[in-house]
């Protein structure tokens, strides 16, 4: 199943997406369970948030696989959502 995480930065918290993205992306990279992912971007192309579109048997699965982003251990993100998504093109 299809799971689209979408998380919103806390306001001003840009220094710590920074510190964080390296090991973040190399956690994404880690695991099989994510199809896509990408930063969500403000007007002016600043990086406010995330967008992952994760490839899981479960909502656990998805809920763990947030809880373990070192963004989430970094108390970046003001919110995340976890739904489920249904790829219909792509």
């Known amino acids: ?12 918290a ?9 090991a973040h992306l190399e956690y994404l990279k880690s695991t099989d369970h994510v199809a896509q992912a990408g930063p969500l971007l403000d007007a002016d192309g600043g990086m406010i948030g ?5 490839d899981v048997a ?12 070192p963004y989430a251990k970094a108390g ?12 219909v093109i792509g």
């Open 14 to 22: 840009l220094s710590v997406r920074q510190e964080n993205r390296p």
């Open 76 to 87: 970046l993100f003001q919110s995340v959502t976890l739904t489920h998504w249904n790829r």
């Open 1 to 12: 199943m299809f799971v689209a995480l979408v998380a919103h930065d806390k306001p001003g």
């Open 50 to 54: 995330s967008l992952i579109i994760l």
């Open 58 to 69: 479960d909502m656990a699965t998805a809920q763990n696989w947030a809880d373990n982003d």
